[in-house]
């Protein structure tokens, strides 16, 4: 295991896994532009690094991120924050190729909440709450909560969420679709690592196709994405990996997927 320490977040491996840990704890974890910064410099570099095959994004236990910084936020004007264009750093984020398991615990709140979003499955401590509380501050969700959260968890608890600004418990987002599990605080970490572990095994080529492929779902018609799924299940048969596969499964024992 490698520990690398940036300012605001701390990135490790373990054997195939990259674990980013969003690291401010006096803050509880605000999103600033240099965590943004570092994040997905680290996020890419993750994507880029054929041993890594799964990707896990964590907080503290007290913590995921308790939304953008409100600090760095409060003097922005419209042409400030327009000219910043701080949400370029979240398009890069959305163009990771592998997957990302959040691993959330405490609060995932605004920008924080949306960012759990941004991952592709979410394993939430018993103490993790969800919410989009902007409006409490004069202002609605900016980083995808109003497309994102609606899409998962349907229009009209959305609605409520967004325009309450009430959190909601693991367990609530576990029930509505949210959060793919919930484990208690001392093993959330751990059971992310598990669906880690399980994907890595798999073939990381037809894992980015096929994490390529749901997320078309989100802007294109069933047709359109079927095509798409189609264009991606026929470019497997030009890997290795497909050919090893199969033949693995006729041979009886296990495959040894490479990527190629
Ligand atoms: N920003 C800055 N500091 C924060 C913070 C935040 N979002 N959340 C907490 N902190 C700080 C607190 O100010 C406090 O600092 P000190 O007073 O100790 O200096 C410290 O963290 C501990 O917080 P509390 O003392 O408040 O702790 P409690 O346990 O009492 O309360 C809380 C925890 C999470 C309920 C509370 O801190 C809270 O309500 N925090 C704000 C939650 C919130 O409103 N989040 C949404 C922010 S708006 C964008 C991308 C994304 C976004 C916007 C733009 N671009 C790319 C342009 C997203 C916007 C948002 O997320």
Known sequence: MMTLTN???????????????????????????????????????????????????TGSERAFAAGADIKEMSDETTVSIMLKDRFATWDRIRNIKKPIIAAVSGFALGGGCELVMN??????????????????IGVIPGAGGTQRLT????????????????????????????????APVELYFDAAKELAREIAKKSPIAVRLAKEAVLKTFDTSISEGLQFERKNFYMLFASE???????????KRPASFTGR
Do not use: W
């Open 7 to 57: 300012q605001n977040i701390l990135v490790e491996t373990d054997d195939q896994i990259g674990i980013v840990k969003l690291n401010r704890p006096k803050v509880l974890n605000a999103l600033n532009h240099e965590l943004m910064d570092e994040l997905v410099t680290a996020l890419e570099a993750f994507d880029r690094n054929d041993s890594i095959r799964v990707i896990i994004l």
């Open 119 to 136: 991952c592709d499955i979410i394993v939430a401590s018993e103490t993790a709450q969800f919410g989009q509380p902007e409006i409490n």
């Open 151 to 182: 899409r998962v968890i349907g229009k009209h608890k959305a609605m409520e969420l967004i325009l309450t600004g009430r959190p909601i418990t693991a367990a609530e987002a576990h029930a509505l679709g949210l959060v793919n599990k919930v």
């Open 241 to 251: 990996d497909q050919k090893e596969g199969m033949r693995a499964f006729l041979e």
